[in-house]
């Protein structure tokens, strides 16, 4: 495994090798660790199919298939009482459905005002059930075919069904995550190849937005897609070359260097600490000795607490 620019990020990994775990997808993304089953969960979006696969030895061949007809299901994430959130693209809607009936799905958002979103592409959600997610135009095609609203925004659905409009000023708004106290909230855009950061009030709204990390002129392609952090507030993050690690003060730890194009990642696994990358045709791991701040963690934070 290569590091680039290694500031650190080296300290923050075990050592073990890059791990290919699946293969043979067209493309990967929405990665989701269901500690309930051991499970990671993914999409593949041209097939609209998401995945589940059960750990054990890699394979390098597909997982089973975990829900068909996903209407290009795209990021996926936990709700605070287990159930999994997915924003389907080319159906342009948010939904939701229990994680042992992918079936029963509720939808939660496909309109703002009299229209219809974009493409709904990445979700988060917040420990008060508030749930962010953002709308570029990927889905549409690449004229935007369709679209209706008036911007690429980012959006909050409030507890009571109520969506607002947070932001408007992304060109391609794609992967978000909050930080561990969930007082900020990081947003990147595939276009403009800069990731911004938002200090978050107690009723959800958000102000200022300046850009936390420039990924314009590094000599790699790509640009920042999905995104996860770690209990230390570190942003793992996918970029230009591979995975950028950038600590809370904006300085780069360095960048792992990805064989396929990364599209998204979380942490998983036993102690949350197995780093899972969707990445063009195929799904890595690689162990951290870091914590992550996910939606998993949490909600086995709770069912111990509870115990």
């Not at 609209?48 to 994430?77: D, K």
């Not at 897609?225 to 690690?245: A, F, S």
Request: glycine share 14%; hydrophobic share 35%.
């Amino acid at each position: 495994m290569e590091i680039e620019n290694d500031r650190g990020l080296s300290d923050l990994l075990t050592g073990d090798p890059l791990v290919q775990v699946s293969g043979g997808y067209t493309f990967t993304e929405g990665p989701v660790w269901v500690a309930a089953h051991g499970w990671l969960i993914f999409s593949d979006i041209p097939t609209s199919t998401a995945h589940h696969w059960p750990p054990g030895p890699p394979s390098g061949v597909p997982a089973p298939v975990y829900r068909e007809q996903t209407g290009a299901g795209n990021g996926m994430t936990l709700d605070n009482q287990g159930r999994v959130i997915c924003c389907e693209q080319t159906s342009r809607r948010v939904v939701r459905f229990p994680v042992d009936d992918p079936t029963a799905v509720e939808v939660i958002a496909e309109h703002y005002g009299s229209r219809r979103l974009n493409s709904p592409n990445d979700v988060i959600v917040d420990a008060h059930d508030r749930i962010y997610f953002t709308d570029p135009i990927y889905g549409l095609g690449p004229g935007g075919e369709g679209k209706e609203q008036y911007h690429n925004g980012v959006y909050r659905i409030d507890p009571d069904g109520t969506i607002v409009l947070i932001d408007e000023r992304f060109q391609q708004p794609n992967g978000l995550v909050f930080s561990p106290d969930e007082r900020h909230l990081y947003v990147g855009d595939s276009q403009q190849l800069v990731i911004r950061r938002f200090d978050v009030r107690e009723d959800g709204s958000v102000t200022g937005g300046s850009i936390f990390s420039d990924m314009r002129r590094t000599g790699h392609t790509g640009g920042p897609d999905g995104m996860t952090i770690d209990t230390d507030g570190r942003l793992w993050t996918t970029g230009p070359g591979g995975i950028w690690v950038i600590d809370a003060a904006s300085t780069v730890l360095g960048l792992i260097v990805m064989p396929e194009q990364p599209s998204n990642i979380t942490f998983g696994g036993d102690g949350f600490s197995t780093l899972f990358i969707t990445a063009e045709t195929s799904v890595y791991q690689i162990e951290t000795r870091v914590v992550g701040s996910v939606p998993g963690n949490r909600l086995a934070d709770r069912a111990g607490a509870s115990r």
